[in-house]
């Protein structure tokens, strides 16, 4: 039987390698090792790698795995998922893994500026009613500019064909130097651009597993942020996905979105 959320929140107070600054305190609280995380945590001045909305924190345990020589810090406001990959590396002794729990929202208020080289959205809801909660969306993007090196790389996976045309379009509008795109990472047919690394490959998280059993693609997207210049959101209608999340339906009647 698994430890409950209680449980979990006790375990995380003790880990050394978990930050948890949820947005209710950090007025009050700020956060001392802005700008500080390689020598005051990491001991080293690999580069840092940040997952945002890491949930279980499996797939930046995993990355932490193939890329000795940089270091991760997954992000997610949910402490009691963020628990299973904080625990699995501590449990296997890996040095260059962090885990910080806070909002998205205030991500520049951890790191300063260009002290990130780049950032991974795994399976980011979409967002489809909403662009500004988006997480490829140029609200956001302005955000990952405060705390990017310039020219820093943005990674997207994900199941759902509706992120993946947006944030495509939306690279597209700005001009953005795009490095890879595919809508179909484990098919046969080329990328539309660029190449995947291909140890990416090797990583499936559980949830894209089970996309991937239901006959759905997986989607990737990887582009640079420089540091200056206006963004622009895309003005494109672009159709629904069918389903919201695993085993549920799409919540709105409307075929289409921007």
């Not at 956060?31 to 020598?39: A, K, L, R, V, Y």
């Not at 080293?44 to 795995?65: D, F, K, M, S």
């Not at 002794?93 to 909002?103: C, D, E």
């Not at 539309?192 to 990583?203: N, R, T, V």
Request: include cysteine; charged fraction near 25%; glycine fraction near 8%.
């Amino acid at each position: 039987m698994g430890k409950g959320k209680l449980a979990k929140f006790a375990d995380m107070a003790t880990y050394d390698n978990v930050f948890q600054y949820p947005y209710s305190v950090v007025d009050d609280m700020p956060f001392d090792m802005q700008g500080h995380w390689h020598e005051q945590y990491f001991h080293n001045q690999n580069p840092i790698v940040v997952e945002l909305g890491c949930g279980r924190g499996e797939y930046t345990v995993e990355l932490a795995r193939l890329y000795p020589d940089r270091n991760f810090i997954g992000v997610d406001i949910k402490g009691a998922r963020m628990w299973t990959g904080a625990t699995q590396a501590l449990r296997d002794g890996l040095t260059n893994v962090a885990f910080l729990r806070t909002s998205i929202e205030i991500i520049d208020r951890f790191f300063s500026p260009g002290e990130v080289s780049q950032i991974w959205l795994t399976f980011s809801d979409p967002q489809m009613k909403n662009p500004r909660k988006r997480l490829t969306s140029t609200f956001f993007m302005e955000r990952y500019r405060k705390i990017l090196t310039d020219g820093g790389t943005i990674h997207l996976k994900t199941d759902s064909n509706f992120l993946y045309t947006y944030t495509r379009l939306m690279v597209e509008r700005n001009a953005l130097p795009l490095l890879c795109s595919t809508a179909d990472l484990y098919g046969p047919e080329p990328p539309q651009a660029g190449q995947p690394a291909p140890e990416l490959l090797s990583i499936q998280t559980y949830y894209e597993q089970m996309w991937r059993g239901r006959g759905i693609s997986i989607k990737y997207l990887s582009w640079q942020l420089p540091a200056e210049g206006a963004l622009e959101e895309p003005d494109v209608e672009i159709e629904l996905d069918s389903y919201r999340s695993y085993h549920r339906d799409k919540r709105s009647p409307k075929e289409t979105g921007k």
